[in-house]
């Protein structure tokens, strides 16, 4: 018994000083607490967007396009698996998490406290920051202190609705930038918080909107600029370490800004 005590204790210390090395068998071998990689399908990094939202994920000619279709297909790439893509609604995207039928999503997330207490979140790739899109005659909507009491078309659970109703607006569902667009044209709601890439994208796929609506620019300060990142299980923590991997070297070697570049217009990888 005092043998096994005696033996525990230089166990202990050799983890506690030793850097988190332990004692297996007689031999002392590094603690692996970087947790375990789970996958939904061996070999295969299933990544679930919308793959409706341009120009982050969209179909073009029954294809999947977009920045983040060109940066999920390398993150995985530069993990050695292959990218399967698993296209679903945005209020399907975080629970698909919980439910593990992906392993990451893709698709305009921003990191929040709510967010971080029920997920993992790998490396921010963008900073996204938001516009108000409002009909060109709108002159009373011209900022965040505006929106008290107006309605507000907004994305169900996103970063834009909490928003909104962080300054007081009350809004409608809407899952995608076409419907909200036209909610607008409509007179059914009145603006909405949104990406300034993503509107920039939409008008220049529907220049004739270009005459109907308009989009603000709304200050930083009071809303700073979304962290844009991938979303996991809270349980992924391995995976969320190859991911965060693989950001950084696609970073480092600019392929992410040169992504932002091609899609946006602009470099959004900076604060």
């Given at each position: 018994?005092?043998?096994n005590?005696i033996?525990?204790?230089i166990?202990?210390?050799?983890v ?5 090395y332990i ?5 002392v071998?590094?603690?692996?607490n970087?947790?375990?990689?789970s ?5 295969t990094l299933?990544i679930?967007l919308?793959?409706t939202?341009a120009?982050?994920s ?7 396009k977009?920045?983040e279709?060109?940066?999920?297909k390398?993150v995985?790439e530069?993990s050695?698996?292959k990218?399967?893509?698993v296209?679903?609604?945005?209020d399907?995207l ?10 990451v999503?893709?698709n ?12 993992l ?7 996204s920051r938001?516009?108000l899109?409002?009909k060109?005659d709108?002159n009373?909507l011209k900022?965040y202190?505006?929106v008290?009491g107006?309605?507000?078309?907004e994305?169900?659970?996103?970063n834009?609705?909490t928003?909104?109703?962080k300054?007081?607006a009350k ?5 995608e930038f076409t419907?909200?667009v036209?909610?607008i044209?409509?007179?059914r709601a009145?603006?909405a918080?949104?990406d300034?890439?993503?509107?920039a ?8 909107d270009?005459k ?5 620019k ?6 700073p600029?979304?962290k844009?990142a991938?979303l996991l299980?809270q349980?992924?923590k391995?995976?969320?370490k190859q ?8 970073s480092d070697?600019g392929?992410?800004?040169?992504l ?12």
């Open positions: 018994m005092k043998k005590w033996y525990g204790l166990v202990a210390v050799i506690v000083i030793g850097g988190g004692v297996h068998h007689n031999r071998v590094k603690a692996d970087s947790g375990k990689t996958l939904v399908k061996k070999g299933t679930g919308e793959g939202y120009p982050f969209y179909r073009q000619d029954g294809k999947l977009g920045f279709v060109d940066l999920a390398k995985a530069k050695g698996l990218a399967k893509f296209p679903t609604a945005w399907g975080i629970a698909g998490i919980g439910a593990n039928k992906f392993d999503v893709f305009d997330v921003a990191i929040t406290p709510e967010r971080q207490a029920k997920y979140f790998a490396t921010p790739y963008l900073y938001e516009v899109v409002v060109k709108n009373e900022g202190k505006d008290k107006h309605t507000l078309a994305g169900v659970g996103t834009n609705e928003v909104a109703k300054f007081g809004t409608i569902a809407s899952s419907n909200t036209n909610l044209k409509q007179g009145e603006g918080f949104n300034e890439g993503a509107f994208t939409y008008i220049k796929d529907n220049p004739e270009a109907i609506v308009k989009a603000i709304v200050p930083t300060s009071a809303s600029a979304a844009i991938p299980n349980k992924n391995g995976l969320q991911v965060n991997q693989a950001i950084k070297q696609l070697d392929t992410i800004k040169k932002s570049v091609q899609y946006f217009g602009s470099d959004l990888t900076q604060k």
